[in-house]
């Protein structure tokens, strides 16, 4: 049974920061791309940032400078670290694996950012 778990969200005050991690279990982890995607109060899911097998990364461009996805594959672990967060920050995070065919989500971690 394939599981992404995450942690790491919670309240966090403008400029503030917070560490996400998503642990995966039942995949052979180094063979994926992951990658954490949000979903805002009344906004669509979006792709924050990935990261492939080799290392490779992308970002949303709001997220550039302020976000850094790593992994580690011996661990099975995924991490998002987030700085400078703001307000338009606040919305649910899904860890996300995928390797074609095949792809899964996490269960999401609310970030919530306000004074």
């Known amino acids: 049974q394939v599981q992404l778990v995450e942690s790491g969200g919670g309240l966090v005050e403008p400029g503030g920061s917070l560490r996400l991690s998503c642990v995966a279990s039942g995949i052979r982890f180094s063979d994926f791309t992951m990658a954490w995607y949000r979903q805002g109060p009344g906004k669509h899911r979006e792709l924050v940032a990935s990261i492939t097998s080799g290392g490779g990364t992308r970002y949303v461009d709001s997220a550039k400078g302020r976000f850094t996805i790593s992994r580690d594959n011996p661990k099975s672990t995924v991490w998002l670290q987030m700085n400078s967060l703001k307000p338009d920050d606040t919305a649910v995070y899904y860890c996300?694996?995928?390797?074609?065919?095949?792809?899964?989500w996490g269960q999401g971690t609310r970030v919530t950012v306000s004074a």
């Open positions: 996300y694996a995928s390797a074609i065919p095949d792809d899964y």
